[in-house]
């Protein structure tokens, strides 16, 4: 291998909705940038990631991208299955970190850098170790990263007013946070166990070469310049990082019902890889999409009860018995209009089918940003972590979607109002001006990625840093 090729390893930790924008990285710097690329992947449920095809290696990108499964790790000595996935995911990762260190050293051709996440932070002393760059990748918003990198600094009084006295929370330069969308606690309770954890993320973060963000520039201008002018770590928005159209055999029976649908007519259904309902919301739900007379394509998956979060580290089989959730003759009632996919769907090439119409999600970036890049109107059904804030930017500040009101108070979300929201989207005017407004979104996003466009230079400008990086080496400066 060549010594003057930059060589990037990235660090994809457990969940779907960070492997996959990893993923999406580690091809882009292999056709764009012609970088050698090593994903190391840890993973919780091995099972089923062979399931959803994405450890495979695109055919185009040669020898070019390796995907290391790092070993499985037992976390089951720390609480069973009622710990929380944000507590297996850390200590997985924690565990992971000899593999990952025994992985580089026996490297012929060392990373010039290596990339993780919010959760891979404890990796950056290995970069340390072997002289390489450190970058960090949130394949999330600007406003995510400001509050993040911003809670630490901000004065107790100010955050127990937003906790207790659900006072809005000001991040400098940044819109403030609504009580009602704001983060899971452990951001803001100093008394959390996870709060050390992650104030020292947040630290090591704060002192790498640079912080890569799902965004781009022309779409949060504001929140992006107050990071630049009050953090000293350079920022990159590198967005929108999004999976292209992949066909495949899996997705036959869904594309080929979808074909036979008018244009614009569907509403896709879907929480991610890891949303659950609760068995009555499920119910609800469904009762929603058949009042609202329109043509649906529903990924159901089991009812968990209180874990919104229930199939993040493990997606697990469907099961015929999920069907039993539905409410009694919903499926003869619905037959024609309706489509349900057990637990995992082709979402990028569901949503590129001219006949979609609307995408009620739960507003994960990844998917926010696939429908987008699909110019799909957005029914907004935020679930947990930060998706709160993502479906208030989209409504409110963006514009590209409507919100299904009842998840502001934790509430269930009743079917009348789920019947308004799909028919709003589909057959009243305000899924048409949410439409044209996500095509101008869509444009921008576009022109962010072309040759001279924001998104564009900030990748080149971090390509360039490894360039040199691995330039200095050779000299041995
Ligand atoms: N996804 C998919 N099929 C599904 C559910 C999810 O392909 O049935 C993909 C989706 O396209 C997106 C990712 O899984 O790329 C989910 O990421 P997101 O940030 O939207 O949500 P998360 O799963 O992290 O909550």
Redesign the pocket.
């Known amino acids: 291998m060549e010594t003057t090729m930059s060589h990037i390893a990235l660090l994809a930790n457990p969940?779907?909705?960070?492997l996959?924008p990893v993923l999406e990285l580690a091809k882009h710097l292999v056709s764009h940038q012609s970088f050698k690329v090593t994903v190391f992947v840890v993973a919780t449920d091995h099972a089923s990631l062979a399931n959803?095809h994405l450890l495979q290696s695109p055919a185009d990108s040669g020898d070019l991208l390796d995907i290391v499964l790092l070993p499985f790790i037992d976390v089951s000595d720390i609480g069973g299955p009622s710990v929380s996935f944000i507590a297996t995911i850390v200590t997985t990762v924690l565990r992971s970190m000899p593999f990952l260190r025994s992985e580089i050293s026996k490297m012929e051709f060392r990373p010039t850098a290596l990339v993780v996440d919010l959760f891979g932070t404890d990796a950056l002393e290995i970069a340390d170790e072997y002289n390489m760059l450190k970058f960090v990748f949130i394949?999330s918003n600007a406003w995510f990263l400001a509050v993040m990198l911003c809670t630490p600094e901000i004065d107790r009084k100010e955050i127990d007013e937003h906790v207790k006295n659900r006072k809005p929370l000001h991040i400098p330069g940044c819109k403030p946070i609504k009580f009602e969308h704001n983060l899971e606690v452990f951001f803001m309770d100093a008394n959390d166990p996870f709060y050390q954890g992650y104030v020292e993320a947040i630290n090591k973060m704060s002192l790498t070469d640079g912080i890569l963000v799902n965004t781009w520039d022309e779409l949060e201008p504001t929140t992006l310049k107050a990071l630049r002018e009050t953090k000293k770590v350079p920022i990159y928005p590198i967005g929108p990082l999004v999976?292209p159209i992949e066909k495949s055999a899996f997705g036959n029976e869904i594309i080929a019902w979808l074909d036979k649908q008018p244009k614009q007519s569907v509403i896709y259904v879907?929480f991610?890889?890891?949303?659950t309902l609760s068995a009555q919301q499920v119910k609800e739900l469904a009762w929603g999409l058949e009042l609202s007379q329109q043509k649906f394509v529903w990924?159901l998956r089991p009812p968990i009860e209180n874990d919104a979060?229930g199939t993040?580290l493990a997606l697990g089989n469907g099961s015929d018995a999920t069907l039993n959730y539905l409410p009694d003759g919903f499926l003869v009632r619905t037959q024609d209009r309706g489509l349900l996919?057990p637990?995992?769907?082709?979402?990028?090439e569901v949503l590129s089918h001219p006949s979609i119409g609307g995408f009620l999600?739960?507003c994960?970036?990844?998917?926010?940003m696939?429908s987008i890049v699909n110019g799909v109107p957005i029914i907004a059904w935020p679930l947990y972590?930060e998706?709160k804030m993502n479906a208030s930017m989209l409504t409110e500040d963006i514009g590209a979607s409507i919100r299904v009101m009842a998840v502001e108070s934790d509430a269930a979300v009743g079917r009348e109002e789920i019947r308004s929201v799909v028919r709003k989207i589909l057959v009243d005017r305000q899924g048409r001006n949410i439409r044209s407004r996500i095509k101008e979104l869509k444009d921008s996003a576009e022109n962010a990625l072309a040759k001279g466009g924001s998104s564009y230079n900030s990748m080149s400008q971090v390509a360039n840093i490894c360039i040199q990086h691995l330039k200095t080496k050779a000299s041995g400066a």
Do not use: D, L, Y
């Not at 991610?272 to 949303?275: A, D, I, P």
């Not at 637990?343 to 990028?348: E, F, I, R």
């Not at 994960?364 to 926010?368: P, Y």
């Open positions: 969940g779907m909705g960070h996959i959803t394949a999976r879907s991610g890889s890891g949303g990924v979060a993040f996919v637990m995992w769907a082709p979402q990028v999600t739960h994960g970036w990844n998917s926010t696939e972590a998706q």
